[in-house]
């Protein structure tokens, strides 16, 4: 997917929601334990009801992996449902992954050939040929970790060189790996403070914020500091979505909370004279 | 398994290698093609071959991951395969996983319950709540990525802030997170001139050191460098032991590099006394 057809579907949508995945069997309603894929029954109800409020996914692997061979089952039938069904969603590999070359190769082959995400997260820590093989793909993207939204990302992130700040030497330094049409950023809404900083270094780029929501980070905040002329902002919403409800109603439940973020990124898409 | 269980095993074994089991579906022999389980039954074959002369294998998730749920499959059975026949071998995910604390326990739970892996390596980008949770499994281990083998790793793992390099905030800060009893690091042997000041900074800790062999490294220097009064090395091989031969012979082949391997490895423990 290219970032203009990103950009129309935010439009169209009038949506800039991500709904993250995260799906844990311990937590999804007890009687979808007696299917035969609970986890993937679960995904298909939340996704058949919020398709239309949002324009991406994102599963988050660990979740997947918890559960082994059937895990990675529910997770490969969950992207070939969005396909399928929705084509298009742009669809979000939460993996964090990042290795030396060769071997983010065969990550990148995972990722954009076995399955059919559209994107894959990737952290920097080994530097440029952990993360190139991924942007060899066409209309394929790389979402780069640069500020989390956890508060690890002050073990290291804020290290200063010459004043610079490795998640900004993060940001500055892979522009020459990517570009703003391959090469998306991780920031966390709860660093809304550090958002205005980050878009004036990478002013075209799409930015994937998780944190709002159940991790404390505010819609409007983020929207104000980050938002560019086309968008610019995927923000990730899972728990408050995904588990709104743990009885049979909760897919329902699921569309009334993605209505609810919808309504006010229509608002926020409005104010920025973007609809 | 315990640091000194660890131990007693290279000496009994007279060995420190670890075998990389990068097992690529394109670069086993042609004929294991024709089996239900071509990587399965490549790893099956290769650990029969190595498991006296080596201490650990360490199967690199990005090629299991390449092909699907049949990959995720060929992992599990080779982690139970070893586990079942060979008890006393460390078996490593090298995984380079790291999320947000309740993210990184359901990746503790993919790789220490779900399946019986000894250790993961974990990337460190997102600092002390992305690592902690791999540490609360009594007897298993975290690999933190300190300095890697690859080209990348120069790209931020040498930022300097007060004299303190990125690699070396990480060795400092995580000493906090866990001891030498459930931490170990990943330490590139193409750095091997380091190697000498990160055994200053973790006199006590394991490092596991990738790179030697066909990414450079050379094992008389980074055992002189690193080497201590328990060992406190693993050093891996991948390619240069599971593709010494491409034919029938693939075993056989790999058993004679391992044991070239052990033999220089057992000169070097003696000359320091270990044995």
Chains 1, 2 share one sequence.
């Not at 209309?139 to 956890?150: E, P």
């Not at 030497?169 to 958002?195: P, R």
Request: hydrophobic residues 40%; contains cysteine; glycine residues 6%.
């Amino acid at each position: 997917m290219t970032r203009s057809e990103l950009f129309e579907q935010i439009r169209r949508k009038r949506s800039y929601l991500c709904v993250g995945l995260d799906t844990d069997i311990n937590k999804i309603p007890r009687y979808l334990l007696d299917t035969s894929d609970p986890v993937f029954a679960f995904n298909q109800q939340i996704i058949d009801a919020t398709h239309d409020l949002c324009v991406a996914y994102k599963p988050n692997l660990a979740f997947y992996e918890s559960l082994g061979v059937n895990g990675w089952n529910s997770l490969e039938k969950t992207v070939n449902y969005i396909r399928y069904n929705y084509p298009d969603l742009f669809i979000i590999a939460d993996a964090k992954r990042g290795d030396i070359g060769n071997t983010s190769g065969m990550y990148a082959k995972a990722f954009f050939d076995a399955m059919d995400f559209d994107a894959v997260t990737v952290a920097p820590y080994m530097g440029e040929d952990s993360v190139t093989p991924f942007l060899t793909y066409v209309g394929k993207w790389v979402i780069l970790l640069a500020l989390t939204s956890n508060k690890g990302a002050f073990d290291f992130q804020l290290m200063t060189e010459n004043g610079e700040k490795l998640y900004e030497k993060v940001l500055k330094t892979s522009q020459y790996w990517g570009t703003s049409d391959n090469l998306m950023y991780v920031v966390g809404a709860t660093k809304a403070e550090m958002i205005a900083d980050i878009r004036q270094l990478v002013p075209d780029h799409f930015l994937l914020v998780p944190g709002v929501g159940a991790q404390g980070g505010s819609l409007r905040e983020v929207t104000e500091k980050g938002m560019n002329d086309q968008c610019g902002l995927l923000v990730n919403s899972s728990r408050q979505i995904i588990y709104a409800s743990d009885g049979e109603d909760f897919a329902a439940k699921a569309r009334e909370a993605a209505k609810e973020v919808q309504i006010e990124m229509e608002a926020l898409l409005d104010a920025h004279r973007l609809l």
